[in-house]
């Protein structure tokens, strides 16, 4: 089965992508936890790469290869040529300058006080990283990128099972659009704000 790799600021909807992907193989639809976003299904389903300092080469080739999986995340957004030779689809999640702001809320409220899983005290400098990696992930997406947006999630959804349908060749289960509005629903603050720029 085809492998895809999503790669994206946190804060932009990266599991529930990955999430819409799982769907678009399976026609499964996974529900939206209480807090509006899918971490709950993170190794269940699809699987998160944590790539701190350096080429993600090794612990990414190691985790590809890991046939459990065929959908991957990460908030990497510079890949090893190695890992770019793979049989492999590459998907990065784009927004709009007017839009870091409503991810970095989205970021807070999803994993705040939250570091893998465990609970943990305020930290600025986590906040920092964050706000950085949103400027910096924007300015890394190139032309040639196979990507989708950030904002089509809220106010084009049409277009967004349109983008997934494109770069999988699979045809949108009826599954997927239940997910996206039960998604809206259930970040509904998200959901307004956008449609009502």
């Not at 990266?14 to 026609?27: E, H, K, V």
């Not at 985790?63 to 090893?80: A, E, G, S």
Request: hydrophobic letters at 35%; proline letters at 5%; one cysteine or more.
């Amino acid at each position: 089965m085809q492998k895809y790799i999503i790669s994206y600021t946190p804060g932009s909807c990266g599991n529930f992508i990955a999430g819409l992907l799982y769907c678009f193989q399976t026609g499964i639809r996974l529900d939206i936890g209480s807090n509006g976003s899918l971490h709950k299904h993170l190794s269940n389903y699809y699987l998160k790469i944590h790539i701190d300092h350096g080429p993600p080469y090794g612990p990414m080739q190691q985790m590809i290869l890991d046939d459990r999986y065929t959908i991957y995340h990460t908030h990497c957004y510079k890949f090893h040529p190695v890992i770019l030779k793979n049989d492999i689809i590459f998907i990065k999640i784009r927004f709009k300058e007017s839009s870091e702001d409503l991810i970095f809320d989205l970021y807070n409220r999803k994993v705040v006080n939250t570091v893998h899983g465990f609970f943990a005290p305020y930290d600025s400098d986590i906040y920092n990283s964050v706000k950085r990696h949103i400027l910096e992930f924007r300015q890394h997406i190139q032309p040639t990128d196979k990507t989708i947006e950030f904002e089509d999630i809220w106010t084009n959804p049409n277009k967004l099972l349109e983008d997934i349908s494109k770069y999988t060749g699979l045809p949108i289960p009826s599954n997927a659009i239940k997910m996206i509005s039960e998604y809206q629903l259930a970040n509904v603050d998200v959901y307004n704000a956008l449609n009502n720029r």
